[in-house]
């Protein structure tokens, strides 16, 4: 099995993928309540509309539960600072991780109610989640002028319609996933680097900005459900790990450890396909 009680192992990362629907919306008010931090609360107070404002508590709950599974400090204990562009961290006191461990590194994506949380050890990661049907609502066009030319001119020689649109979500997600392992978010010129993709799913090739290298990283495509998006970054070594060798994904709200589906991590600078179906069982 993959829990954390033997210590995280550092070639594997983790990620929680968790709709909406899994949390009760009194259920999720009540554990922010008494989970979330300050800067958390205030961010809530500030949300207009009610699906706004539960969208942002099922996901920072969704947070604070899955670092106390991999560090186990209690929800509210655990301390997050932000960086200047906004990119959480756990605070210096996990610098060498719990008895020694790599510190864990985690990234937070949620959009259109569904949220993914993604956890590695001594390695940046990056996560994004879209749903396919967005293109219906705004267009994707502002997105396109975004991407480097020759995503643009490979983009264009696909029709019109849900697979250009695909295309395009897909690499969106692989474009955020990036710049948020790399944390840097939307300051890094998303035509300064490129992805090329395979025609379903997969990564053939990944253009890295000119400060980057295309070994550092390894890409991971998912699609949790039919209309569900999701796009992983992995730092492949770092001076306190080596290469990620395994991804386990969990469905669901982590009310206990779960068994989650294990996947096998490719190779640098590409990607492994992962379709729908992932929910793991409860122990």
């Given at each position: 099995?993959?829990?954390?009680?033997?210590?995280?192992?550092?070639?594997?990362?983790?990620?929680?993928?968790c709709?909406?629907?899994?949390?009760?919306?009194?259920?999720?008010?009540?554990?922010?309540?008494?989970?979330?931090?300050?800067?958390?609360?205030?961010?809530?107070?500030?949300?207009?509309?009610?699906?706004?404002?539960?969208?942002?508590?099922?996901a920072?709950?969704?947070?604070?539960?899955?670092?106390?599974?991999?560090?186990g400090?209690?929800?509210?204990?655990?301390?997050?600072?932000?960086?200047?562009?906004?990119?959480?961290?756990?605070?210096?006191?996990?610098?060498?991780?719990?008895?020694?461990?790599?510190?864990?590194?985690?990234?937070?994506?949620?959009?259109?109610?569904?949220?993914?949380?993604?956890?590695?050890?001594?390695?940046?990661?990056?996560?994004?989640?879209?749903?396919?049907?967005?293109?219906?609502?705004?267009?994707?066009?502002?997105?396109?002028?975004s991407?480097?030319?020759e995503?643009?001119?490979?983009?264009?020689?696909?029709?019109?319609?849900?697979?250009?649109?695909?295309?395009?979500?897909?690499?969106?997600?692989?474009?955020?996933?990036?710049?948020?392992?790399?944390?840097?978010?939307?300051?890094?010129?998303?035509?300064?680097?490129?992805?090329?993709?395979?025609?379903?799913?997969?990564?053939?090739?990944?253009?890295?900005?000119?400060?980057?290298?295309?070994?550092?990283?390894?890409?991971?495509?998912?699609?949790?459900?039919?209309?569900?998006?999701?796009?992983?970054?992995?730092?492949?070594?770092?001076?306190?790990?080596?290469?990620?060798?395994?991804?386990?994904?969990?469905?669901?709200?982590?009310?206990?450890?779960?068994?989650?589906r294990?996947?096998?991590?490719?190779g640098?600078?590409?990607?492994?396909?992962?379709?729908?179906?992932?929910?793991?069982?409860?122990?």
């Amino acid at each position: 099995m993959s829990g954390f009680a033997a210590g995280p192992d550092p070639s594997s990362v983790h990620l929680w993928f968790c709709p909406n629907e899994a949390l009760e919306e009194p259920l999720a008010e009540t554990l922010a309540e008494h989970w979330l931090d300050e800067h958390e609360h205030d961010v809530a107070r500030r949300f207009m509309f009610p699906r706004d404002r539960r969208q942002y508590l099922v996901a920072h709950v969704l947070v604070r539960r899955v670092l106390s599974l991999v560090t186990g400090v209690p929800e509210a204990e655990a301390a997050i600072w932000r960086s200047s562009r906004g990119r959480p961290f756990l605070q210096a006191a996990f610098d060498d991780g719990p008895s020694g461990r790599p510190r864990p590194d985690f990234n937070l994506s949620h959009a259109h109610g569904h949220n993914v949380v993604a956890v590695g050890h001594g390695r940046r990661v990056g996560v994004d989640v879209e749903r396919i049907d967005r293109a219906a609502e705004r267009g994707l066009g502002w997105i396109v002028q975004s991407y480097s030319p020759e995503e643009r001119a490979r983009l264009a020689e696909i029709p019109p319609g849900r697979q250009r649109d695909r295309a395009t979500l897909r690499l969106w997600t692989l474009k955020e996933a990036y710049a948020k392992a790399r944390g840097l978010g939307l300051g890094l010129p998303f035509d300064s680097f490129a992805f090329e993709l395979a025609d379903d799913h997969g990564v053939l090739g990944f253009r890295p900005p000119e400060d980057d290298t295309a070994d550092r990283w390894t890409f991971v495509e998912l699609q949790p459900r039919p209309e569900v998006l999701v796009s992983l970054a992995v730092e492949r070594g770092t001076q306190t790990s080596g290469p990620p060798r395994r991804l386990f994904v969990h469905d669901g709200f982590p009310w206990g450890r779960s068994t989650p589906r294990e996947l096998p991590l490719p190779g640098p600078g590409a990607s492994r396909p992962v379709t729908a179906g992932l929910a793991g069982r409860s122990e």
